[in-house]
Antibody, heavy 122, light 106 residues
Framework: QVQLQQSGPGLVKPSQTLSLTCAIS??????????WNWIRQSPSRGLEWLGR?????????DYAVSMKGRITINPDTSKNQFSLQLNSVTPEDTAWYYC????????????WGQGTLVTVSS | DIQVTQSPSSLSASVGDRVTITCRAS??????LAWYQQKPGKVPKLLVY???TLQSGVPSRFSGSGSGTDFTLTISSLQPEDVATYSC?????????FGQGTKVEI
């Protein structure tokens, strides 16, 4: 059974960097058949896919255009986890953040982390 | 980018009623559409993928249909435990996008 356990601060100051980690059990971040995603949810924007990382003989990353320039998703093979960094946050980045797995490009998100409410406020 | 538009945004029905939620994609996405159920305070749960395939463990009163641009999620007999927000998601190609959700109440 795949489990995703999120960790990271729930409060970030404006202009600073939001950092979250998703620890994987029951699967491998280096699996050749899945991808590891970050998704957020807010009342104003609904569910919004942010980006993903996946391994297919080398590491790949896809990011939502709206996030480009501010987002980095990195795997950590030594700890079997992956992370999200979102720079220069504003109050508009306040949301529930989820990590999630998909079984490849033509599959939806089948396992989700428990979610982290991140508030951007001074 | 392909957009997905979901309707209605909310609905209220009685126990035992048949409930239908629709999702329309701005361009054809074959059958690459999923439906999620999110109960209050909980994580989204995958209900249906490939437009009509039920995820393991999902009650048979849920069904999905459609292809191309028009899709439907049906609850054949609404139960109290089905109170939730239902969202569609297209996954034919990045960026993966979600509908705005339908809140189902009893």
């Amino acid at each position: 059974q795949v489990q995703l356990q999120q960790s990271g601060p729930g409060l970030v100051k404006p202009s600073q960097t939001l950092s979250l980690t998703c620890a994987i059990s029951g699967d491998s971040v280096s699996s050749n058949s899945v991808a590891w995603n970050w998704i957020r949810q807010s009342p104003s924007r609904g569910l919004e896919w942010l980006g993903r990382t996946f391994y297919r003989s080398q590491w790949y990353h896809d990011y939502a255009v709206s996030m480009k320039g501010r987002i980095t998703i990195n795997p950590d093979t030594s700890k079997n986890q992956f992370s999200l960094q979102l720079n220069s946050v504003t109050p508009e980045d306040t949301a529930w953040y989820y990590c999630a797995r998909d079984r490849g490009s033509y599959y939806p998100f089948d396992y989700w982390g428990q979610g982290t409410l991140v508030t951007v406020s001074s | 980018d392909i957009q997905v538009t979901q309707s209605p945004s909310s609905l209220s029905a009685s126990v035992g009623d048949r409930v239908t939620i629709t999702c329309r994609a701005s361009q054809g996405i074959s059958n690459k559409l999923a439906w999620y159920q999110q109960k209050p305070g909980k994580v989204p749960k995958l209900l249906v993928y490939a437009a009509s395939t039920l995820q393991s463990g999902v009650p048979s009163r849920f069904s999905g249909s459609g292809s191309g641009t028009d899709f439907t999620l049906t609850i054949s007999s609404l139960q109290p435990e089905d109170v939730a927000t239902y969202s569609c998601q297209k996954y034919d190609a990045a960026p993966w996008t979600f509908g705005q959700g339908t809140k189902v109440e009893i």
